[in-house]
């Protein structure tokens, strides 16, 4: 948990330090030539070129130097250290072993180091909604209605569905993934308005939720007909959402969490909400591992469901998240047994008897 609130933290930081950085260029004028430095090294290093493995220790030693000169500002170190790392690394290898069994750390390295390039792209631009999510983005209020001039995505709950009145003085409010657009979302929110229930989705400042963690609190007084409330979110909004709930006991009946979990401050195990916890088997963004050692910080009665073959990603409609398992199962098929996990906590919330 002290790695989550670390995370949030540098997120913070992060994006308040992009505001004035070309990350780009950063990308291309730095990090993307030392993966392409590490290829030629091991290629030449392959055809015996490099003569000992002494010159191939003085190459790398003058790739960590390029790295540690680089004017890169203080919110972008993290990932020079990482790259940094990778390349330690293997310099204590070429130390320790023997010549053939090089190859396949510089191919390691390598691929770790795409992998934190790609994560800093993603970073630098928060993920877009794909386009079948943006078709279901509801039309913007109109002036006579609740919400109109915010920024939020408000899914009005369907009326003609036998039943389903008695679903519309409940509301569900959703934070968004960290640096994920909320129109990402659209597809799933619909189908739970179409059940009955009131969704909004507020648009984070710089798309994190962290920034805003009580945005819930301007919606919950905005729509005065909505008698109880459920809070939920993705990923980081899940955290966030967590943090509401744990702040207002009292304005919120139910909390859903898709691949999410809370922060150790936000210990929410004696708090007589209902809780769902949705999670993909092939997430390897949250981890099967974090999420098992949230299950102290939530109630007893909380409801775990796994989607088996589910990943962290298809929670939104955003495409790939960086250093996610691949998905076993459609993006489709995702999203209708998250809808309808949530939908069911949506409805004890709102049939559960009056206190």
Not at 42 to 48: A, F, L, P
Not at 335 to 350: F, G, P, W
């Amino acid at each position: 948990m002290k790695k989550m609130v670390l995370t949030i933290l540098f997120f913070m930081i992060l994006v308040f330090g992009f505001a004035y950085f070309p990350e780009n260029n950063l990308i291309e004028s730095l990090y993307q030539p030392v993966v392409a430095d590490l290829e030629n090294y091991s290629k030449e290093h392959s055809k015996g070129s490099l003569g000992d493995l002494q010159k191939l220790q003085e190459k790398l030693e003058r790739l960590c130097g390029k790295i540690k000169s680089a004017p890169v500002p203080e919110v972008i170190a993290p990932f020079s250290s990482e790259i940094l790392e990778c390349i330690d690394n293997l310099k204590f290898e070429i130390a320790h072993k023997q010549e053939g069994d090089l190859s396949s750390k510089f191919g390691d390295a390598v691929e770790k180091i795409k992998g934190i390039i790609t994560q800093l792209s993603w970073i630098a631009k928060p993920a877009q909604p794909e386009t079948e999510a943006l078709m279901a983005v509801p039309p913007k209020t109109k002036r006579d209605e609740p919400g109109f001039g915010k920024e939020w995505l408000i899914f009005p709950p369907a009326q003609s569905a036998p039943g389903k009145s008695k679903m519309q003085s409940t509301g569900f409010i959703f934070y968004p993934g960290g640096l994920v657009d909320p129109r990402a979302y659209a597809i799933s929110a619909r189908a739970i308005a179409a059940e009955g229930f009131l969704v909004v989705i507020p648009r984070m400042p710089e798309n994190l939720a962290t920034l805003a963690p009580d945005k819930a609190r301007e919606i919950i007084n905005e729509f005065a007909s909505i008698k109880r409330w459920v809070i939920g979110g993705h990923s980081l909004g899940g955290a966030m959402a967590s943090r509401f709930a744990f702040k207002n006991p009292r304005s919120v009946q139910g909390l859903v969490l898709w691949a999410a979990y809370p922060a150790e401050s936000d210990n929410l195990s004696t708090s007589q909400l209902g809780v769902v916890s949705i999670y993909g088997s092939n997430d390897k963004v949250a981890g099967q591992k974090k999420l098992n050692g949230s299950k102290r910080l939530l109630p007893e009665s909380t409801k775990w469901f796994v989607i088996q073959g589910g990943n962290h990603g298809q929670f939104g409609w955003y495409g790939p998240h960086p250093g996610d398992g691949k998905p076993l199962i459609s993006h489709h098929e995702q999203t209708e047994i998250a809808v309808s996990r949530t939908v069911e906590l949506l409805r004890i919330v709102a049939l559960k008897p009056w206190p």
